[in-house]
């Protein structure tokens, strides 16, 4: 009889054995907890260091938006699109969510070697920590987007309800694409270096800071594929809500919910089969 | 050379806990190809060649381990025990063979801080919920860990404050503060000190008795006689020999006596 036989006769299971998908999500949903805390303490222990220590999380999104608004408003004065601050600021911020979700997914598993050597828990928790993370990092942004769209605009809508839902298709599509990341980065972490170019080209070509249906007007096959883009998709549909002179459409609903649930169920498939080989130290 | 013994045969009423069964573990690592000094190593920056070595760390171990047992794992430095420790623990995965066992085992290892920048308390916290512990079991046992740890003033402190033996005081306590069906604990108590040490042998002691399996890595061949009641030796990814504490270290240390006379 084999070592192996005598194991499984003795009702002895293979460690470290990668569990049934959905046993998988059942442990990382009875563990949310722990991702949630380690966001919180991760974002307290990165700011326990300044002196201004936690209004950084207010500072930082002020001075980036003054920062765009003195290039892109002041030197760029020229061909500007309509309502440009607000239309400016809902780019910049909900940019700065994806972007972030990204860059933290791709180092989720390499910057916690710590935990994932010395504790067993489903992976997946670590990129959707870094999700929260983001999220948490959000809030503040999107505190101070409503207070700019006070200032420069006129009157409330019930429209700006409508943020919620995006918002949290926003942090679907985003857990998704954490997830996708982390284990592509954890199998090749050469792309750590590239990442920072392929968010600056996203970043110019998702029209943030000018209107990419003005700029295209004359090639409609172009715009059409980037309209599939999915932070065009949001980032619009999130202007159509809040901004004046935007306008919503159901192709935009439609295309950020199927944007968020094929990422999602895309990134936890992709991340659950490398399950096994996440820790692996070379 | 030390001879082979084979492992020992099973009896039939001891219930198996542990199956390791021809594990091998290789790592591929990348080698920069160069020596460090610039006269050895010669040519511009672009002459350098970029390996990729395989290290075979552990060459096909194979024993079982039953319940109550409490196993001493020895060898050299670089001679695979650490990596076969987190093999049986599922954090490293085995690359041939495969480990069985009853339970999840539980590994304490060395240099394992969880998260330096935070405190020793929410590190308690954090290592609680990722085993799946729910906040409340948790918030009931800070108190108690950091009592056995000996760490009440410095508890609020960020980890990477603390002493490489007052964090492995805090590691054993979290671990130690519940029992384990299997509990690996891998050098972690070597740096700590004399009174810390007792302490913790008692409680691994205690473990063992209630039928808790232990495995115990060490280089201090006292607490291996003091707490195991077998060993397993290892050395340079082969198991030279398993049974019995005092036959092992005897020959242990008469192979290691041998190579420094050399």
């Not at chain 1, 968020?260 to 130290?281: D, Q």
């Not at chain 2, 552990?58 to 109550?68: A, L, P, Q, R, W």
């Not at chain 2, 201090?220 to 707490?227: A, G, H, K």
Request: with cysteine; proline share 3%; aromatic share 10%.
């Amino acid at each position: 009889m084999s070592l192996a036989d005598f194991a499984r006769e003795h009702g002895l299971k293979r460690v470290g054995a990668r569990p049934a998908f959905l046993d998988y999500v059942a442990q990382a949903w009875s563990r949310r907890d722990f991702a949630f805390t380690l966001a919180k303490f991760t974002n307290e222990a990165a700011n326990a260091k300044n002196r201004l220590g936690r209004w950084w999380v207010i500072l930082l999104p002020t001075v980036q938006a003054m920062v765009y608004g003195l290039i892109f408003g002041v030197l760029m004065a020229r061909d500007r699109p309509e309502n440009f601050i607000p239309f400016l600021f809902t780019g910049v911020f909900l940019f700065t969510f994806i972007s972030g979700s990204a860059t933290s997914g791709a180092t989720a598993l390499t910057s916690n070697t710590g935990l994932v050597r010395s504790l067993a828990f489903p992976r997946v928790l670590l990129p959707v920590s870094a999700v929260i993370r983001q999220f948490l990092n959000t809030l503040p942004q999107l505190g101070l987007l409503l207070i700019t769209l006070v200032l420069f605009q006129q009157g409330i809508t019930w429209n700006w309800l409508l943020l919620v839902p995006t918002v949290a298709l926003m942090s679907v599509f985003n857990l998704g694409l954490a997830m996708i990341m982390a284990r592509i980065a954890a199998q090749v972490q050469d792309i750590n270096k590239l990442l920072p170019f392929v968010i600056r080209i996203l970043f110019y070509t998702s029209g943030i800071f000018f209107s990419m249906d003005h700029l295209l007007r004359n090639h409609p096959e172009i715009l059409a594929v980037l309209h599939f883009n999915p932070i065009y998709d949001y980032i619009e549909l999130a202007r159509g809500l809040v901004v004046q002179g935007y306008q919503t459409s159901a192709f935009l609903w439609l295309t950020a919910i199927g944007w968020a649930l094929v990422t999602f169920v895309v990134g936890v498939l992709f991340f659950w089969k490398a399950e096994e080989r996440y820790g692996r130290e070379d | 050379m030390a001879a082979k013994t084979k492992t020992q045969q099973p009896s039939k009423s001891a219930v198996p806990v542990v199956v390791v069964d021809d594990v091998h573990i290789t790592y591929k690592v990348f080698s920069s190809g160069r020596r460090a000094t610039r006269a050895a190593a010669g040519g511009g920056i672009f002459s350098r060649k970029l390996g990729l070595r395989e290290v075979n760390a552990i060459k096909g171990v194979s024993f079982t381990i039953y319940e109550g047992e409490s196993v001493g794992i020895i060898g050299s430095n670089g001679s695979g025990k650490s990596s076969l420790m987190r093999a049986i623990a599922g954090l490293t995965p085995v690359s041939k063979g495969a480990v069985f066992s009853s339970a999840r085992p539980t590994l304490l290892g060395v240099g394992a801080v969880l998260l330096p920048n935070l405190s020793g308390e929410k590190n308690i916290v954090l290592g609680g919920l990722a085993l799946g512990f729910s906040r409340k079991q948790i918030e009931a046992d800070v108190d108690k860990i950091t009592e056995f740890a000996g760490l009440q003033d410095f508890i609020d402190l960020p980890m990477r404050t603390y002493s490489s033996g007052m964090s492995a005081r805090l590691r054993f306590s979290i671990a130690a503060s519940r029992d384990h069906e299997i509990l690996i604990v891998d050098e972690a108590l070597a740096v700590g000190d004399q009174e810390f040490r007792q302490r913790s042998e008692a409680r691994m002691r205690e473990m063992r008795d209630r039928a808790g399996s232990l495995f115990l890595v060490s280089h201090s061949m006292q607490s291996i006689l003091d707490t195991c009641n077998r060993v397993i030796w290892i050395e340079k990814g082969d198991l030279m020999m398993d049974g019995d504490p005092q036959t092992v270290v005897d020959a242990y240390n008469k192979f290691t006596g041998a190579t420094s006379n050399d």
